[in-house]
């Protein structure tokens, strides 16, 4: 008996250690052009940058196939990006709708009396890159031979670089 309970228990630590914490998701980047929409009419011009990264997005630069590049216009990094869900309290199942009418009401986007249900936050950063195709025609020619050059990190810490494939214009309205 004494035997098997040493045993057992180095089992049990073994199964623990393989099971473990789910990894850390990988880096994801990716580029395109934003489709047309009632606040952006007009011809599609410009790339969004999308990145999810352990590190902030710094630099963001579409480069032609001679070697001129056009930086972003604009970076935003949210650094702690996720969500907050909220029940409505259950003297109100029909939401806030039934609460009252008041002004502080109209302003708050959480419900009246409502307490956080779900919290989420991811590990990583959510950067956001507006990258303007300065000419768009020789863009649309020859696009397979751009690409977009992006900095990671935050200095005095060393800087990390990616080259990834410009994406293909859009078609045609």
């Known amino acids: 008996m004494r035997a098997v309970f040493p045993v057992l228990s180095l089992l049990a630590l073994a199964a623990c250690g393989t099971a473990g914490l789910p990894p850390l998701p990988a880096d994801r980047v990716g580029a395109s ?8 009419p007009g011809p599609a ?12 997005l710094r630099r963001a630069e579409l480069v032609a196939p001679d070697g001129r590049s056009t930086p972003a216009g604009s970076i935003d990094v949210d650094p702690t990006p996720g969500f907050t869900k909220y029940q409505a309290p259950a003297a109100y199942p ?15 986007p959480v419900p009246a009396g409502a307490a956080p ?23 649309e020619r020859d696009w397979r031979r751009y690409h977009i050059r992006l900095t990671f990190g ?20």
Not at 130 to 136: E, I, K, Y
Not at 154 to 173: D, G, N, V, Y
């Open 33 to 40: 052009f934003p489709p047309p929409s009632f606040v952006n």
């Open 45 to 56: 011009n410009v790339i969004r940058v999308d990145a999810l990264s352990r590190l902030p």
């Open 94 to 108: 029909y939401g806030s709708a039934f609460a009252g009418f008041g002004p502080q009401e109209e302003l708050s």
């Open 117 to 139: 249900q779900i919290e989420s936050r991811l590990l990583e950063m959510h950067s956001t890159a507006s990258l303007a195709v300065p000419d768009m025609a020789a863009y």
């Open 154 to 173: 935050t200095p005095p810490a060393p800087l990390a670089s990616e080259t990834i494939a410009a994406p293909a214009p859009p078609a045609p309205q």
